[in-house]
């Protein structure tokens, strides 16, 4: 059974940084593209940023040079770290998985107040 959990959402005040984990159980891991998502009230699930099993990193623009994802292949983790947060940054983020198959995690809410 494919499990993806996702840690570290909060409420932050704009400008400050919180760190999402997201641990994967039940899949090859290593050879899986990692990434996340966000959605937030009344909008559609948008892309935020990609890292596939070379290491290689996408970012949405807004997020460049702020947002930077990682991965432990030991651990079966990948990370999010958020700096210079702003109220726009504010949704429910969400871990996916993919190789053939999609998989996404139940989501961790990031709150950032003005």
């Known amino acids: 059974q494919v499990q993806l959990v996702e840690s570290g959402g909060g409420l932050v005040q704009a400008g400050g940084s919180l760190r999402l984990s997201c641990a994967a159980s039940g899949i090859t891991f290593n050879i899986h593209s990692m990434g996340w998502y966000r959605q937030a009230p009344g909008k559609q699930r948008e892309f935020v940023a990609s890292i596939d099993n070379g290491g290689n990193t996408n970012y949405k623009d807004s997020v460049k040079g702020r947002f930077t994802i990682s991965r432990d292949n030991a651990k079966n983790a990948v990370y999010l770290q958020m700096n210079s947060l702003k109220p726009e940054d504010t949704a429910v983020y969400y871990c996916?998985?993919?190789?053939?198959?999609?998989?996404w995690g139940q989501g961790t809410q990031v709150t950032v107040s003005s």
């Open positions: 996916k998985a993919w190789y053939v198959s999609n998989y």
